[in-house]
């Protein structure tokens, strides 16, 4: 998406946008909205004020893992990742400058990552770093710009967070992530699981795994002895008693999940005409039932274990794993209340989100849902409409994921689940390559229209 204009005119046109956070998402942002011409002032508040994950200086810290997943161009993130770079991603050319070994993944030296985008940054004419909190829509530094973006990341300040939430209403907005896995429908065993509702039991509305009394032993005691994540100081108020972890039930008893998530009653296993001895249900994520989160499964326990024991579960011993499980803070809205599908707040024209706080989930969504809004920014700046990629592209299902109502709206990572339905269908091991080349072939025809039609 070159520009032919000179930085100089371009500027006489348009105006300054404020980028709050120096995160993957807001340096994205602003190094695309100055790229396109867009004077940029990036709000920072590191190192005058650190979050309590945080502790380097530099922009673009990675806090967790230094890896950026999967690099293979038939799994959805390495679509997302081929994307992101066909758009002059800022994060994936400091990514592929800074790699370290780590097989199909693609990973990072964090130091260097983080020297090399604060460099790219700093060198830029067209942004001015500032390294000053901002803690609220209304401060007197965000005055002068002519939109505002909000990419304060997971972890964004006490006072920024509650003055969103007064934005956007107190329904709309939460501080604390609580997500079962989701394992794609076409994995799950159907000799094995049942349909059914525990009070409606025609219905179709959930898939019920059956457990009989010695595989519910087992799993209860593997998930006692499951490797988990540590919870850090500042996320320990996350554990509530009505969205509890599953290892924490287990670990209050052997049969407290039986009483809980995993309660047969009123389902009855239409192989045996019996009822379980427990049950775990899965619940359709999307219209189009090709993918099914694990009801009552918010879960702590590292990312191999949760593999490992959930495919312990009867019709899941070759599931295909979506999306697993996590328990931390988050700060992020409910995207298609509180957004329109150009990421701005409904309710306050003229500041944009983006990032995690939107409702994507990993370092890769972050910083795409943020490059994506730089290009879409500076095209309504300079007086044009940038249509989204289709659904079927890896970008276009993010986003069309922010855009998609849901009674319990919850952040997601890029999963094919997100994509629209194959029409035909495949064996297993064809269905990622089907869906990939659908991607690719669908993000070339939209570069097409885009460049015709000068958007």
Known sequence: MSISMTEADMQSRLGTVAVIGGGLAGCECAWRLARSGVAVRLLEMKPDRFSPAHSSPHLAELVCSNSLRSEEPESAVGLLKLEMTDLESLVMAAARATRVPAGKALAVDRKLFAEWITRCIRDEPLITLVREEVRTLDDPKLKEADAVVVAAGPLAGEELAEDLRRVVGADHLWFYDALAPIVAADSIDMDVAFWGSRYNPEEHDYLNCPMDEVTYRRF?????????????????????????????????????????????????????????????????????????????FQTKLAYPEQERVFRLIPGLERAEFLRLGAMHRNTYVDAPVALTPDLELRKRPGV????????????????????????????????????????????????????????????????????????????????????????????????????????
């Open 220 to 296: 209860h005691a593997e998930l006692l002895t499951a490797r988990k994540v540590p919870t850090r100081d500042f996320e320990k108020v996350v554990h509530f008693e009505a969205c509890l972890p599953i290892e924490t039930l287990a670990e209050r008893g052997e049969m407290t999940m039986a009483f809980g998530p995993l309660k047969p009653v009123g389902l009855v296993d239409p192989r045996t005409g019996t009822q379980p001895f427990a049950v775990v249900q899965l619940r359709a994520e999307n219209l189009g039932k090709t993918a099914f989160n694990l009801v009552g």
């Open 352 to 455: 944009f989100l983006a990032g995690q706080i939107t409702g994507v989930e990993g370092y890769v969504e972050s910083a795409a849902c943020g490059l994506w809004l730089g290009h879409a920014l500076a095209a309504k700046l300079q007086g044009r409409t940038l249509p989204p990629p289709p659904t079927e592209t890896a970008l276009g299902a993010l986003l069309g994921h922010l855009r998609t109502p849901a009674k319990n709206f919850q952040p997601s990572n890029v999963n094919f689940g997100l994509m629209p339905e194959l029409k035909a269908r495949g064996k297993k091991a064809q269905r990622k390559v089907i869906r990939a080349q659908r991607a690719r072939e669908a993000w070339a025809r939209w570069r097409d229209m885009i460049a015709s039609s000068g958007a």
